[in-house]
């Protein structure tokens, strides 16, 4: 009876424009059926014959993939076994509005915000001076779906296991990482090619692209090769365009005085060598601002009881690798609050950019250290995204890191008042060591231990020949997704290398954005202090010399 069924099948009308409509699609396309799972749909199948129905149900439609309709992100077809010609297509993305979808989200306010608004504003500039670009997103132009499928099918995941990409698209953690790792181009037929430095004549300069969907047509239209250029905010943009096409919800944010920190290690570390001609490479660095991703999902592979669902952080810019790929996240951004460092996937590189220490090492001759000074204040400010409805700028830095005032719940459920600096600094300690009963100074608050360093090393370095503040000109680690030094003036985002800070005069392109920025050099005060220690003892000395002089003259008795 079934094949019977078939036999008389003439055709299949989905219904295009209102199923698109119920599935908020409508503005991708009104030809094509474009569904979200987990959602009902209608369809009609015109016959040749009358068939008795009841003896066909229920009716089951797979995928040539053999998967159903709840997966997503796949092309499912209804095929004829006797002729092999597919009847009918659609496309299946991620729901944030049904509750048994993984990208659940349960306002209606911030769904219209970060799925389906097509405009944006990203915030560039420093902690002391944030400006505003505009930025447009087209995540529902016409080609849209045709280039993110072609993202998905070319990606080095779908190359090396194809079966089980397809297999594995239903799951946003896995989507996430895969479109993090194509929006670059540095492993793959990624989307974008970054530079920070020398010429713009090949390719257009990042400052000046204001949306997403141009710069996926050219790379689609171009059989997959990399656009030329992107930075931080270019890389993260484009990226929040994909997500939101697929389903998933998604906003563009910006870290100031964004720490890269290239061991692991959660510090910043300037060296001061004793020893003038000691070279002391260091690949650190604190970037005005860097841009990145959050995307909305549950986190069912760190914790069975949601504790870290909500907002994770996924970073296209290629910074580091994450195993063997240059993608980052996605992050927990309540397991980077609460210092969860051992969590999945790239929690340490994300903490160190909100909450790393800058350290100043003093470095003696035999190549031993000690620390001088330790900033605990200056990394990680204004982390700020669009708000929900309007163009003004959110804060949301509390999500990422304690700071003065906060209460805090304990496990017993008691609340109780911590100063800023006490609950950040337990975090802080527990991200490196993954212990809160252990603390090296328990007895000393964090400024306590900080000037009792300062003392000491004054101590050692006023005994031996001086700091020679030595910056080596290695500026290899400074590609960390952001603004060359012509381009940093029009994006008011520049870099500080730990050992390599430098000023520079920068050209203003009118057609661009502008923002006011200059380049800072990392300083310890400790800096400061000898230098001012020098000038009052030479101005000493020279006053002494002067009425010695004037003295032997007569002029002063």
């Given amino acids: ?52 129905i009841q003896h066909l149900l229920p009716l089951k439609f797979t995928a040539l993939t053999g998967w159903c309709l709840v997966q997503c992100c796949i092309v499912i077809s209804i095929l004829s076994p006797s002729a092999d010609v597919p009847l009918a297509s659609l496309v299946l993305l991620f729901n944030p509005w049904c509750p048994d979808d993984s990208v659940f989200l349960s306002d209606e306010v911030q769904r219209q915000e970060y799925v389906m608004n097509e405009q944006g504003m990203i915030y560039v500039g420093s902690g002391n001076y944030i400006s505003s670009v505009p930025w447009d997103y087209g995540q529902f132009e016409d080609d849209m779906v045709k280039i993110c499928m072609k993202m998905l099918n070319v990606s080095h995941l ?53 949306g997403s969907h141009e710069i996926l047509r050219r790379w689609f239209s171009t059989n997959c090769r990399p656009v030329k250029y992107g930075q931080c905010w270019v890389f993260a943009s484009v990226m929040c365009s994909v997500m939101r096409l697929l389903g998933i919800p998604s906003r563009v944010v910006t870290n100031f005085n964004s720490a890269h920190d290239t061991n692991e290690n959660l510090t ?45 952080v996924v970073d296209p810019t290629p910074q580091e690798l994450s195993d063997g790929v240059y993608c980052c ?35 003696r ?11 605990s204040k200056r990394v990680g400010q204004s982390v700020s995204t669009k708000s929900v409805g ?41 991200a490196i060591t993954r212990d809160f009963s252990k603390d090296s100074d328990e007895d000393e608050t964090p400024e306590e231990v900080a000037n009792t360093e300062t003392d000491e090393a004054r101590e050692e370095v006023e005994s031996g020949e001086g700091v020679e503040n030595h910056r ?86």
């Fill in 1 to 52: 009876m079934f094949f019977f069924f078939l036999e008389v099948l003439q055709k299949v009308d989905l219904h295009p424009k209102t199923n698109n409509t119920d599935h908020h699609t409508v503005e991708v396309s009104e030809e094509q059926l474009i569904l979200r799972r987990g959602q009902a749909f209608i369809l009609t199948l015109h016959l040749t014959q009358p068939v008795n």
């Fill in 472 to 557: 080596p000109t290695d500026t290899s680690a400074m590609g960390n997704g952001n603004e060359t030094r012509e381009d940093n003036d029009r994006m008011g985002n520049s870099v500080t290398n730990a050992t390599t800070g430098t000023g520079a005069e920068v050209t203003i392109d009118s057609t661009a954005p502008r923002v006011s920025m200059e380049f800072q050099e990392v300083k310890s005060p400790i800096i400061y202090l000898f230098k001012i220690s020098f000038y009052m003892l030479a101005l000493f000395a020279f006053l002494i010399t002067m009425k010695e002089t004037l003295g032997a003259f007569g002029v002063i008795y």
């Fill in 365 to 375: 001759s035999d190549g031993s250290t000690r620390k001088m000074f330790t900033d």
């Fill in 268 to 312: 910043i570390d300037v060296y001061h060598p004793m020893d003038r001609m000691m070279e002391i490479p260091s690949y650190d660095s604190i970037w005005n601002f860097h841009v990145w991703v959050e995307s909305w999902m549950t986190r069912p592979d760190l914790a069975e009881d949601g504790k870290f669902d909500g907002w994770q």
């Fill in 390 to 430: 309007s163009k003004k700028r959110l804060d949301i830095t509390d999500t990422y890191k304690h700071r003065e005032g906060r209460l805090y719940n304990t496990k017993q459920h008691v609340v109780i008042t911590f100063t800023g600096t006490e609950m950040e600094r337990d975090v802080f300690h527990y």
């Fill in 158 to 210: 779908h190359k090396k296991h194809p079966a089980q990409d397809v297999a594995s698209r239903c799951d946003p953690i896995y989507i996430s990482r895969l479109i993090s790792a194509m929006i670059n181009s540095e492993d793959d037929c990624g989307v974008l090619e970054g530079r920070w430095e020398g010429s713009f004549a090949s390719g257009v300069r990042p400052t000046h692209w204001t």
């Fill in 329 to 363: 996240g996605p992050a927990s951004v309540k397991s980077i609050l609460n210092g969860n460092t051992d969590l999945n996937y790239d929690v340490p590189f994300v903490f160190a950019e909100v909450n790393a220490d800058c350290v100043d090492w003093l470095v």
